[in-house]
């Protein structure tokens, strides 16, 4: 792994200090130091099970087969346990401090806000709510988690589904439409932990149009020579280290 030259730190955060709308765009590399597995990396979801993970988080897995779905999702995608890690912190203080305006994430943990971060766009949804398929009644996560093999509506006793993006659906309109806005407001677009791969939540590196791409990632991505900066260390030390005063 590169370590962060300390030249190359400085002109960073010289950047993110001088920004006049700095946007995080970040996947699910930002929580595995949070204990929670990546789809793709070393040991990831895509290397544990023998069936396709597309199909076990999928709306069609969800409609023909609804055990296997939630017995699959409660396994890999709940973490409650899960704590904020070094990333989610600094970007949080940056936040605070007026630097970062906005944080555009691929994950469904919440933990950038358990972290502090308050102007959060979760493109996938979140794993802590689940809704009603019915009714649309909302659930805290914790409140049905426990109902097995198929949590059921209180009110009209109909199934009862997290609240997230599953293969073959479309992202949320609103949510795309709102971190589309701020990737073509942001002067600055401090991207990391993703492979930008997943479409269409990386296209929207195509939309922005500013001065500055920073990369922060262990491995390759294909947006790396657009990038003014990329960055391969680990998140939350380069992430920490941007976050100093």
């Not at 979760?122 to 988690?145: F, K, M, P, Q």
């Amino acid at each position: 792994m590169d370590r962060f030259p300390f030249g190359e730190l400085e002109a960073v955060k010289r950047i993110l200090h001088n920004a006049k709308h700095a946007v995080f765009f970040g996947g699910a590399g930002v929580s595995t130091e949070s204990g929670i597995p990546d789809f793709r990396g070393n040991g990831g979801l895509y290397e544990s099970e023998e069936e396709s993970n597309e199909y076990y988080l999928s709306r069609e897995c969800l409609t023909r087969e609804p055990e296997k779905f939630y017995r699959f999702f409660r396994k890999n995608m709940m973490f409650p346990s899960a704590r904020p890690n070094g990333a989610h912190l600094a970007l949080a203080n940056l936040e605070k401090r007026g630097i970062i305006h906005a944080v555009i994430t691929q994950n469904v943990d919440a933990l950038h806000q358990a972290a502090g971060s308050r102007r959060v766009i979760e493109l996938h949804g979140t794993a802590g709510r689940y809704i009603c398929t019915g009714c649309r009644r909302e659930y805290d996560a914790a409140e049905v988690d426990h109902l097995q093999p198929i949590p059921l509506c209180g009110d009209c006793s109909a199934p009862v589904r997290p609240d997230v993006t599953l293969y073959g659906e479309p992202l949320d309109g609103f949510n795309y439409a709102d971190a589309l806005s701020e990737v073509k407001k942001a002067d600055v677009l401090l991207v990391g932990g993703t492979s930008l791969v997943v479409h269409p939540a990386a296209s929207l590196l195509d939309a922005f149009s500013g001065e500055h791409l920073i990369i922060v990632n262990l491995s390759p991505t294909p947006y790396d020579a657009l990038a003014s900066h990329v960055i391969r260390e680990s998140l939350s030390s380069a992430l920490g280290r941007l976050a100093e005063e």
